[in-house]
């Protein structure tokens, strides 16, 4: 079945610089490569998604980009606010059958002021 | 409009009790899920609902673990007998239609003592 991992686990980074955080996945049917931002005591939110058919997915501060040949995916923050501390997860899918996501184990962003 | 909500927001039980997580879908999202989050990890499936097809039963640890889902309203997750190693954050989600965004609950915080 569909393995995700994620990296690093844990990530600091000043306000306003980048953060980049990794995933690869083993499942080559996967089409679907949604990211999520889970903040404290609170259920995860979709903030960007790629699919398969697209390399590249820019929303604001936030890009996603997707290498189908070497199977990794990659989250892209530009210049990090506080707001930003949370965990993220990576996940992947294939868009049919139960849809069910894979997820990345998390990777912990602290934006220190 | 509302998003998915989640009862109870905690729960604390003794070990070999039984306890019902409950979830309450966006209103018009047919697909369902349930994940299970272990303390420090990513999320794992659980189960699926699509409608009135027959559930993907695939992510569930145990037969000690089952779910129900009243057409496309709430879902019921059980947990008979618990046991230590199901304390986990209890997550819902569900989306309009299967392979649309996954929308999630704010989770149940289950502890087993």
């Known amino acids: 079945g569909e393995n995700v991992e994620q990296h690093p686990s844990t990530l600091s980074v000043q306000e306003g610089d980048s953060a980049v955080i990794k995933c690869t996945y083993s499942d080559s049917a996967s089409n679907y490569f949604p990211w999520y931002k889970q903040e404290l005591g609170k259920g995860p939110q979709l903030i960007i998604d790629i699919r398969s058919n697209v390399g590249e997915k820019k929303d604001q501060r936030i890009a996603v980009t997707l290498n189908k040949t070497a199977k990794h995916f990659s989250l892209h923050i530009t210049e990090t606010q506080p707001e930003d501390s949370a965990v993220y997860f990576c996940a992947a899918t294939i868009l049919s059958g139960t849809y069910k996501y894979i997820f990345g184990t998390g990777t912990r962003l602290k934006v220190l002021a | 409009g509302a998003g998915v909500s989640q009862s109870p927001s905690n729960k604390v039980t003794e070990k070999g009790k039984d306890v019902e997580l409950r979830c309450d879908p966006i209103?018009?999202?047919?697909?369902l899920y349930w994940y299970r989050q272990r303390l420090g990890q990513g999320l794992e499936f659980l189960i699926y609902f699509q409608g009135n097809s027959a559930p993907d039963k695939s992510g569930l640890p145990s037969d000690r673990f089952s779910a129900e889902r009243t057409g496309e309203s709430v879902s019921t997750l059980t947990i008979q007998r618990t046991q230590q190693e199901d304390s986990a954050v209890y997550l819902c989600a569900s989306s309009s239609v299967p392979g649309d965004t996954q929308y999630f609950g704010p989770g149940t915080r289950l502890t087993v003592l």
């Open positions: 209103s018009g999202h047919t697909a």
